[in-house]
Nanobody, 115 residues
Framework: QVQLVESGGGSVQPGGSLRLSCAAS????????MGWYRQAPGKGREMVAT???????NYTDSVKGRFAITRDNAKKTVYLQMNSLKPEDTAVYYC?????????WGRGTQVTVSS
């Protein structure tokens, strides 16, 4: 089992940047496929970015070229660098760990993009 704690959210103006972090507890972090998801008010949760155990990444189209997901297995941490933020990026961002179709979730961190 793994516990996930997100940090790094906040308020930023359009065009700004934020870096989210997700720290995992427990062992065997490296076996988990990690991801960031988000949920905007009144909408369902959507995948933002994922990274496999070998470092292969995948992004939803709306963030390609602006966001970057990375992982540090030694620190048991996954990051989401968010650049050129837009108001439509406003949401609660959740960290996800997936192994053999078993999903673990963090509690989320709020990101607000507004002028």
């Amino acid at each position: 089992q793994v516990q996930l704690v997100e940090s790094g959210g906040g308020s930023v103006q359009p065009g700004g940047s934020l870096r989210l972090s997700c720290a995992a507890s427990g062992s065997m972090f490296s076996i988990y496929r990690m991801g960031w998801y988000r949920q905007a008010p009144g909408k369902g949760r959507e995948m933002v970015a994922t990274i496999t155990t070998t470092g292969r990444t995948n992004y939803t189209d709306s963030v390609k070229g602006r966001f970057a997901i990375t992982r540090d297995n030694a620190k048991k941490t996954v990051y989401l660098q968010m650049n050129s933020l837009k108001p439509e990026d406003t949401a609660v961002y959740y960290c996800n760990a997936n192994y053999a179709a078993i999903h673990y979730w963090g509690r989320g961190t709020q990101v607000t993009v507004s002028s």
